[in-house]
């Protein structure tokens, strides 16, 4: 009954696509055609071809999400001799991209499963378990079955943890269940988040949607579900019986402030209210309450939908490692400390960190990942050549960000904040595109697994 309830699902949302693609003019086909011959060269100078370095070293990979899968395939392909060791006891692998389509009704759940063994290169040693203690003093992590394994370079690439429990009366149980819905806790989250939705699109009422305080994984996600929802209340007939409230953290809906501009002025458009200044803090699942903290105190709201985004943190092996930063914005969340550059560690200089454990300013996305991984490889590679390297992480970071169905504005930036596009005169920034849709919902995920396995 509940593969027949998916592909009921999947049928519906793959009919709602078809009625979203209308014939391609001539000049749509070929920027299209050209955003997809640019998006296959698309990678950093330092990732370049070259022979095989020969080397005895032993590089331990901790984390095989993305970056950890990323950095095994790029190192065995530049080294030869070496010892590369990939720990993580995650057997199945996520493409975490794919969850908000999953939300938005367009992909089943099991769209974003697959094994971490079909991207392990061979030759690379895979240990299935978790780091539990990380000792860059003694270079060497132990796992939670008390196995020590030693190194000469560490590369960390854990990912983050999910803090629901920090909001009160919050548990992932409740995912799906009195209104509520959050797309991160993995995909059968996200799919019972879309039949929340779904619901509530149905009917009408309030729906609130929010951010946590912390950094957190792609930051467009929490925006895209509020266009998303705003669509299909469109699309049933339902948009007047309905009221959307997004909850920004602070006075802001978006880092980069040509973007956050443009979100607020489609909001607008659109009728989404914007509250600033609102952390949510509590759930009353049976009230359905939220409580969020304000700069004047409390304040409740009301729902009938609510899409919840948990605070987000280091694992807990890192916060209680010698491996964070010791000081600044970062040391509450426990991201571990590296030259935003390089990605190395600045006191453990045979450390380096990637994807969303790195603590840098940008760069919480799988295209982040894309930029990061080849520039700390390039980097131990120079080290164990006895050379240096001027490669630099300029902080790239891409959100192609969802504005309602069958468009979206493929958002690009660095450390600056400055809009960074890859397809100039192909795909304009910041603008509502069929093509941008296409590139989310078709064209990301062979990039993506080509890029788990060293090639792109």
Not at 150 to 160: N, Q, R
Not at 261 to 268: G, S
Not at 324 to 340: F, L, M, N, T, Y
Not at 350 to 374: E, L, M
Request: proline share 7%; aromatic share 8%.
């Amino acid at each position: 009954m509940k593969d027949d309830r998916r592909l009921s699902i999947h049928r519906r949302s793959t009919q709602i696509d078809a009625t979203l693609r209308s014939p391609l003019s001539r000049r749509q086909f070929l920027a299209l055609g050209a955003a997809s011959v640019a998006a296959a060269a698309w990678h950093p100078n330092a990732a370049q071809a070259r022979q095989p370095l020969r080397s005895p070293a032993h590089i331990v990979i901790a984390g095989a999400g993305a970056a950890g899968l990323t950095a095994a395939s790029r190192l065995a392909r530049a080294l030869d001799g070496a010892k590369i060791t990939l720990i993580d006891a995650r057997r199945q692998h996520y493409y975490q991209p794919g969850y908000t389509l999953i939300g938005a009704g367009i992909e089943p759940a099991n769209y974003v499963i697959s094994e971490t063994t079909e991207y392990i290169p061979a030759g690379v040693e895979w240990i299935q378990a978790e780091v539990a203690e990380f000792d860059p003093e003694a270079n060497k992590v132990v796992t939670g079955t008390g196995q020590a394994i030693p190194y000469d370079f560490l590369i960390v690439a854990t990912g983050m943890a999910l803090r629901y429990g920090q909001i009160e009366g919050m548990d992932t149980h409740l995912i799906g269940k009195e209104g509520i819905g959050s797309i991160y806790q993995g995909p059968e989250a996200a799919l019972a988040t879309w039949q929340a939705m779904s619901a509530f699109a149905d009917q009408g009422g309030r729906g609130l949607f929010l951010r946590p305080p912390t950094e957190m994984k792609c930051a467009g996600a929490p925006l895209k579900y509020a266009f998303i929802t705003d669509d299909y209340l469109r699309r049933r007939g339902n948009r007047g019986k309905a009221e959307l409230v997004y909850n920004a953290h602070n006075n802001t809906l978006f880092g980069v402030p040509i973007v956050s501009e443009k979100v607020r002025m489609l909001f607008h458009d659109r009728g989404i209210q914007t509250r600033y200044d609102r952390v949510l803090q509590a759930i009353d699942p049976g009230r359905r309450i939220a409580t969020f903290r304000t700069p004047e105190g409390t304040e409740e709201q009301g729902y009938d939908f609510i899409h919840v985004i948990p605070p987000m943190q280091a694992p807990t092996a890192i916060l209680n490692s010698p491996l964070p930063w010791q000081s600044g914005p970062w040391v509450a969340e426990g991201w571990v400390e590296a030259d935003k550059a390089t990605l190395r560690h600045p006191r453990y200089p045979n450390v380096f960190a990637v994807g969303d454990i790195a603590g840098v300013p940008k760069g919480k996305t799988a295209a982040s990942v894309k930029w990061q991984v080849p520039i700390a490889v390039e980097h131990l590679l120079a080290e164990l050549a006895g050379t240096t390297s001027d490669a630099v992480y300029t902080g790239y970071t891409s959100c192609p960000m969802i504005t309602r169905l069958g468009r979206a504005m493929l958002v690009e930036f660095d450390y600056e904040n400055n809009l960074v596009p890859s397809f100039p005169g192909v795909i304009a920034p910041l603008e509502e595109l069929w093509v941008t849709w296409v590139m989310e919902t078709m064209g990301l995920k062979p990039t993506y697994l080509s890029m788990l396995r060293g090639r792109a």
